[in-house]
């Protein structure tokens, strides 16, 4: 199995990015993803999730309103749509998956990690 994060990169406050989670090895609809996220010096912390069917999503309240998450089981890949970026916001950004799972919010949750890409959001 593999989870490939990618989207990132420089941002204003106030900007827009969208990432991509590209999954490979397995069965994509049949899996929960989850986007966490790791600023430096701190834990890795949930951001948002979206169940295997689709149908349940979920939201930390740090991004409750500006992130939006979305797959697309034709093409193998989630997206996080991150809009009225902050520089709090700052971090390595990385997916998950878990099979038959719902919006998860709990990192030991999930069975596969993919490796992150970088948001900095500064002026």
């Known amino acids: 199995v593999q989870l490939q994060a990618s989207g990132g990169g420089l941002v204003q406050p106030g900007g827009s990015l969208r990432l991509s989670c590209a999954a490979s090895?397995?069965?994509?609809?049949?899996?929960?993803l989850g986007w966490f996220r790791q600023a430096p010096g701190k834990e890795r912390e949930f951001v948002s999730a979206?169940?295997?069917?689709?149908?349940?999503?979920s939201y930390a309240d740090s991004v409750k309103g500006r992130f939006t998450i979305s797959r697309d089981d034709a093409k193998n890949t989630a997206y996080l749509e991150m809009n009225s970026l902050k520089p709090e916001d700052t971090a390595v950004y990385c997916c998950?998956?878990?099979?038959?799972?719902?919006?998860?919010?709990?990192?030991?949750?999930?069975?596969?990690w993919g490796q992150g890409t970088q948001v900095t959001v500064s002026s």
């Open positions: 998950a998956a878990r099979e038959y799972s719902g919006a998860g919010e709990r990192l030991n949750g999930y069975d596969y």
């Open positions: 090895g397995l069965t994509f609809s049949n899996y929960g």
């Open positions: 979206i169940s295997w069917t689709g149908a349940s999503t």
